[in-house]
């Protein structure tokens, strides 16, 4: 019990600051001063420092070669196709809007753990598919729009974090073996590494040319939350909680990301609340939840 109680703290902490994320990435992102691709490699590398460095005071623990090209795979999914996705959404979509489309996550795990763990699509299960499905047509007929050239969320954003979700749906289904077989640490410093590699040819063309003055302190704060929260706690937090729950619960605590990014997009002014977001929200958290609440989800 005492496990799973830690599991399931790991995971709401990391998805609390999620959707912290979403504030941050949207007035970071909103300069332009640097590419997606870029700002995933000053990302990936800060946080890749950071494991590999905690690494050196723990035990070591050696990686099977087999593992290493799972370990790859895991770090395309879930770190580098996650989030140059996400990055590339972020000035294209509502702060709202992005919560409510990643929230889905849940649902791409159920299919996910139909195709791996051959767990059973019920009427229930289908019935909350198309409900979500609906309430995110209803969200894009409703949400992109454009006034005086100004987009406010449009049809590649919620594309790009459509792919966001599904990417990380696959790392969290495909991977909890190799996932389980290594400490946090070791795991976690191998993915970032392979991601920092993946970026590297973007990344050091563009910071070789990137004008440092452009850099305020709100940026480089920004910035640094970036670096050491939203990447170096939540991918230690990820894992730890893989470990002790299943992967259903896991996309489950996706609810806690829309709930934080939606009240202080609020209150900071970055984004309203209509009516009909609140129905495509309803539709959307409705389907997802009639879904993880079906009867042959309830051993999850």
């Known amino acids: 019990m005492k496990e799973k109680t830690i599991g399931h703290l790991a995971c709401f902490i990391a998805y609390a600051i999620f959707g912290i994320n979403i504030i941050v990435c949207k007035d970071l992102t909103s300069s332009r001063l640097i590419s997606p691709i870029a700002l995933f490699g000053l990302r990936s590398l800060g946080a890749g420092l950071l494991f590999w460095l905690i690494s050196y005071f723990l035990p070591k623990e050696k990686v099977d070669k087999k593992d290493f090209g799972k370990i790859l795979m895991a770090s395309l999914l879930g770190f580098f196709l996650t989030q140059v996705t996400f990055l590339m959404a972020i000035p294209d979509i509502t702060p709202m809007d992005c919560s409510i489309v990643s929230s889905l996550s849940p649902i791409y795990t159920m299919f996910i753990a139909a195709y791996v763990l051959k767990e059973p699509i019920t009427l229930r299960k289908a019935g909350g598919v198309a409900i979500s499905f ?56 191998w993915i970032f590494l392979f991601a920092t590699l993946f970026s590297f040819p973007w990344t050091i063309s563009e910071l070789r040319t990137f004008d440092y003055s452009l850099l305020t302190s709100t940026y480089l704060s920004e910035l640094a939350f970036l670096i050491i929260c939203s990447t170096f706690i939540t991918y230690f937090l990820i894992p730890l909680g893989q470990k002790r729950i299943r992967p259903t619960l896991v996309s489950m605590y996706s609810y806690v990301q829309p709930i934080i990014a939606i009240v202080i997009s609020i209150w900071v002014g970055m984004d309203t609340l209509s009516w009909q977001k609140l129905l495509a929200a309803a539709m959307v958290f409705g389907g997802v939840v009639l879904v993880n609440y079906s009867r042959s989800a309830k051993g999850n």
């Open 134 to 189: 609906f309430g995110i047509i209803y969200l894009i007929m409703n949400s992109v729009t454009g006034t005086g050239g100004t987009i406010e969320t449009s049809w590649v954003g919620i594309l790009l974090m459509i792919a966001n979700s599904l990417s990380f749906s696959l790392y969290l289904g495909l991977f909890k073996p190799v996932i389980t077989k290594y400490s946090v640490i070791t795991f976690m410093k």
